[in-house]
């Protein structure tokens, strides 16, 4: 089997006896930038949620090799599962570098934390660059836009080491260029990593997605390229007028 590749087998989450998800078949090859659509309550978060640990689930979900149910969220996120959230969880007193520093040090060994540091480490320096902030270092992150929140947000996974980034609906209420800058980072840094996204806006999917599963009522609708699902009368009747 492939490394850093996500298998979804059979996928089912239930709370209090209503199926939020249900019986999802999901395969993400390495580097892909995948774009999880559907109306609300389609049970798009709750997958995410599912992989990164936080709600229990049945069936199977298996990463670069690894069975990921029933462990626990710190022990998912250091086999290099990383997870974003709708509401930021940077630490606005801090700066960009302290807070990228933080992140990185939650994933250090002791040995490492041991030896003094007298320059910024080696991947932080790398994830600042790839989120677009070396000018910001000493930035409070409470004074940045709310895109620069959220890339720094994506900066703290890197440096976390994180090889599957699951972002929730990063471009909400971000501005035409945030988008744009945002999608363009995506796609940077799926070159080498791989993304599993959950997203409103079918014009940041359009223009960035390199795969697509749409979703609805708890179940996989279609999957494919952009141009596969917009083809598909099933997402046109559920998307209908858009
Ligand atoms: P989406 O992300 O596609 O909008 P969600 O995954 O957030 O959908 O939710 C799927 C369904 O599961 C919705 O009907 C939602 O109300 C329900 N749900 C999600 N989380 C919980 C929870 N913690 N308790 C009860 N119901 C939930």
Redesign the pocket.
């Known amino acids: 089997m492939a490394t850093d590749y996500l298998e979804i087998t059979d996928l089912t989450?239930s709370?209090?006896g209503?199926i939020?998800?249900d019986t999802v078949n999901l395969t993400v090859l390495k580097s892909d930038l995948r774009f999880?659509i559907?109306?609300?309550?389609?049970?798009?978060?709750?997958?995410i949620?599912a992989i990164s640990g936080l709600?229990p689930s049945t069936g199977s979900i298996e990463f670069a090799g690894n069975h990921l149910q029933g462990k626990k969220v710190h022990k998912i996120a250091r086999l290099g599962v990383g997870r974003t959230f709708q509401t930021s969880t940077v630490f606005e007193d801090l700066t960009v570098l302290q807070n990228l520093d933080i992140a990185a040090g939650a994933h250090r060994t002791p040995l490492t934390l041991l030896r003094r540091r007298s320059a910024v480490p080696e991947e932080v320096t790398a994830a600042l660059e790839t989120i677009g902030l070396t000018g910001q270092i000493d930035t409070l992150a409470g004074v940045l836009s709310h895109g620069q929140k959220q890339w720094l947000e994506i900066g703290m996974l890197l440096v976390q080491n994180a090889q599957l980034l699951l972002l929730?609906e990063p471009v909400a209420g971000m501005s035409h260029d945030e988008r744009n800058a945002t999608g363009e980072l995506l796609q940077r840094i799926s070159t080498e990593r791989t993304v599993v996204i959950?997203e409103h806006d079918m014009d940041f999917m359009r223009s960035f997605a390199k795969s697509v599963t749409v979703?609805a009522a708890?179940k996989v609708l279609s999957e494919g390229s952009v141009a596969e699902v917009q083809a598909d009368p099933r997402v046109q009747a559920v998307y209908l007028g858009t």
Do not use: C, M, Q
């Open positions: 989450v709370f209090d209503f939020a998800v999880l559907g109306p609300n309550g389609a049970g798009k978060t709750t997958i949620d709600v929730d959950v979703l708890g």
